[in-house]
């Protein structure tokens, strides 16, 4: 070596990668020097060790004030971790020289505010040289370059080419570039003083202009001169090929880290072993794909980079080739293919001796004895609460949340039974500062949740807030958080006076109780604060309703139904006979003229659900809400509330003639003028409605009433009030034919009875059962 080498890089390309492995293996440098935050060279050892598995980052947080984070990721195919691990390989020194994470993350805020447009130096190139897309371009005078070839010249000629870009834009509109650079020229000085011209520097290739002009020593002093500081901390944390791509939000990210890692990873022919791999992903989605397809593919993917004039099909070459062979025209393949293999759903390792706080090593125990593995796809999680494990799943689940870690979100479970949960759980990247933020509150993840509990319990302010803490804790197990919870939530029942809040706030209480029962959690003093809301809410709530506005009413609506729900859940031995008060306070609500109708209709409704009154009744509550008296609005909200949203009430009018009679009779009799103010209500209630209901609701209108037998039973709608034997009979020769009769015994195929011979009842029934 003359002199240091510079190698400039484009951060995660796998082309460049190879080119920095084979230019430090010709130079041999005694000292790798790596863009990134010095603190990290005490964390590079680690590196070697078979644990850690890429993609990996360096996480820089600091320490009074965690969510301020930094990262630098790094993949198998990243220039900088192949230049780590070659230096460890070979013993050289390697050492970070970039910019401190304790000035960087201190002048996070001001960079950010930098305004101006910024330059893409890729993309400039690309359409200098013709193209329109900066990856094609990178892929062919990259990617596509022969392995055999000078290493140092892609770097010399790139390297001119920047230097072209940073006379014309300077800078770029990256300010905080400028005092970067100035410390990398230091440490680079320092370098070669202490190992002579034995050094090579891997970084961007936007910086090596400005490590290879010449700068005064006291200018770059100057640069760096007050720059404020904070006290941080860093390690190493797992990474996804998502959180690489350029669509998650990351600066330097790329297209497709999936695609790149497979160029770096495939010892030959990438192109069919790409195939193979798409061609893999599609059978296990079920898809009819051969080995000829693969074939077919390759070919077609040669062909389009010949005819584009390309040295070597591109991931735009595969990607028309699987199109056109694999997924016959379709792009709805293609999305799958995109998410799981060009993105890819990689999740990095760690080991276990890189630097963490207390918190995420005893979540860390906590995930391996409950053999809950974080992984970067999206998967579903059934847990049964009656087993051990899953019940210790949910726990540490429920106390991530509480803590605000967002690895699981609670689905919509399968079972209507209380002892099931499901969940779908994601690992990300992000996850690691959040982790750090919680470790505030505690050094395990119980005392973690148990002390953020209590505080939030003391901050809160509203009443339906306490109430849903309270169920949190219950479902995250918090023995100790629980009186205090408890206490707050007395204390501001006892305050709170407004209705609203109080229905608010009991649903919660109430799935808190019935999930005690379930998890065997005690729940004691809850049962008394739950009755004496539910009292207060049956005195409070009729005067609540009366002179509401359509808004405060579709509100109180939701209430109600919340209400309603909560008492069904409140057994009657701890309610003392709640659910009769209940019944009487809603049917005050149904027989108040002064209620909103929306609240009179699903009143109602609710009564006639639980069988407090019948259907004779529901229909006389529904003729006096449509009397030609009631205005049209009123009308239309009454119906919205007996009938609408999700309660079934779709199914009612489909089994009810008489209800639905009633609806289309008032329906037809409303005036033109008032029908178009009332039509936007009617569209959302029966739009709620699913397909099939909304069409035999249709077909029923359509055909008209049913009409009445003699015997005054109803006639089903579409059908004849009577029998009709000979139309009947016309059906006996196939069933004849279905029970293997050939009717032999009788020309007609019939005895005296009009059956078919040898068939009676007893042998009908035993044919129809076979």
């Excluded at 993609?55 to 220039?79: G, I, K, N, Q, Y």
């Excluded at 020229?185 to 034995?198: N, T, V, Y």
């Excluded at 379930?518 to 005067?543: D, F, M, N, S």
Aim: glycine fraction near 10%; charge should be negative.
């Amino acid at each position: 070596m003359t002199g240091p080498l510079l190698l400039g890089v484009r951060h995660h390309g796998p082309g460049s990668a190879r080119a920095v492995r084979a230019a430090l293996e010709a130079a041999r440098p005694r000292a790798v020097l790596i863009e990134g935050p010095p603190e990290g060279d005490a964390l590079v050892a680690l590196a070697a060790d078979e644990a850690m598995r890429p993609p990996v980052a360096l996480l820089a947080t600091v320490v009074d004030d965690p969510a301020r984070a930094a990262f630098w990721p790094m993949a198998e195919f990243s220039p900088e971790w192949v230049a780590i691990r070659w230096g460890l390989e070979r013993g050289a020194q390697v050492r970070f020289i970039d910019l401190p994470a304790a000035h960087s993350l201190a002048v996070e805020k001001e960079s950010a505010e930098e305004g101006g447009a910024r330059v893409d130096p890729l993309g400039t190139l690309a359409e200098a040289a013709g193209y329109d897309d900066p990856e094609r371009w990178w892929e062919d005078v990259v990617e596509h370059r022969d392995a055999a070839a000078d290493p140092r010249a892609p770097f010399a000629a790139l390297g001119e080419a920047m230097a072209v870009l940073r006379e014309t834009y300077g800078d770029g509109g990256h300010g905080i570039d400028l005092v970067r650079e100035a410390y990398m020229r230091q440490q680079l000085r320092a370098s070669i003083r202490e190992f002579g011209d034995q050094v090579a520097v891997v970084c961007g290739a936007w910086h090596v202009p400005a490590l290879a002009g010449k700068f005064t020593v006291a200018a770059d002093r100057a640069l760096l001169k007050g720059l404020p500081k904070v006290k941080a901390e860093l390690t190493w944390v797992p990474w996804t090929h998502r959180r690489l791509a350029r669509r998650s939000g990351y600066g330097a990210g790329i297209d497709s880290p999936g695609w790149y890692g497979h160029l770096f990873s495939a010892p030959d022919r990438p192109i069919e072993r790409w195939m193979t791999k798409v061609a893999g992903l599609l059978r296990a989605e079920d898809r009819q794909v051969s080995s000829a397809h693969v074939i077919e593919a390759v070919r077609l993917a040669g062909t389009l980079a010949a005819l584009r004039g390309r040295p070597l099909p591109g991931l735009a070459e595969t990607t028309d080739a699987v199109r056109a062979v694999m997924c016959e025209g379709s792009d709805v393949p293609l999305g799958l293919i995109r998410d799981r293999l060009i993105v890819g759903e990689v999740l990095g390792e760690v080991p276990d001796a890189a630097p963490a706080v207390p918190l995420q090593r005893d979540l860390a125990r906590a995930q391996r004895s409950l053999r809950l593995k974080p992984e970067a796809l999206e998967r579903e999680l059934e847990l049964d609460l009656r087993k051990d494990t899953d019940a210790g799943r949910s726990r540490l689940l429920h106390r991530l949340r509480l803590l605000g870690i967002g690895w699981g979100e609670q689905t919509q479970a399968r079972s209507t039974g209380t002892f099931r949960e499901n969940w779908g759980l994601r690992w990300e990247p992000e996850l690691s500062v959040r982790v750090a933020e919680a470790g505030v509150w505690g050094t395990t993840v119980l005392a973690a949740a148990t002390a953020k509990a209590g505080s939030e319990a003391a901050a809160a302010t509203a009443l339906g807030e306490i109430t849903s803490l309270a169920e949190r804790c219950l479902l995250a197990e918090l023995p100790d958080a629980l009186p205090v919870v408890m206490r707050a939530l007395a204390d501001r029942a006892a305050l709170d006076t407004d209705v609203a809040h109080l229905a608010q706030a009991l649903p919660a209480l109430a799935r808190t109780l019935r999930y005690g029962d379930v998890r065997g959690t005690t729940t004691a003093g809850l049962t008394e604060v739950a009755a004496g809301l539910a009292e207060r809410i049956c005195v409070g709530l009729p005067p609540a309703c009366a002179a509401l506005d359509a808004d405060g009413a579709a509100e109180m609506r939701t209430h109600l139904d919340g209400v309603h729900t909560a008492i069904g859940l409140l057994a009657d031995a701890e309610a003392g006979g709640l659910r009769e008060r209940w019944s009487a306070v809603l049917g005050r609500l149904a027989s108040r003229d002064t209620v909103p109708g929306i609240i009179r209709g699903r009143a109602v409704r609710l009564l006639l659900d639980d069988g407090r009154i019948e259907n004779e009744d529901a229909a006389r509550h529904m003729n006096l809400a449509l009397s030609p008296g009631t205005p049209p609005a009123d009308a239309a909200a009454w119906i919205e509330g007996f009938v609408g949203g999700a309660s079934g009430g779709g199914m009612l009018l489909v089994h009810d003639e008489r209800l639905l009679g009633l609806v289309d009779g008032w329906l037809t009799s409303v005036a033109p003028d008032a029908f178009t103010d009332v039509l936007p209500l009617l569209r959302r209630t029966f739009a709620a409605y699913e397909a099939g209901v909304r069409r035999t609701l249709g077909e029923l209108v359509r055909r008209g009433p049913a009409v009445r037998s003699g015997s005054g039973d109803a006639a089903v709608p579409g059908f004849g009030s009577g029998l009709d034997a000979a139309r009947a009979d016309a059906v006996l020769p196939l069933i004849a034919l279905l029970l293997g009769r050939d009717g032999s015994s009788d020309p007609d195929g019939m005895d005296s009875l009009g059956r078919p011979d040898g068939l009676d009842d007893s042998n009908c029934l035993a044919g129809v059962g076979d």
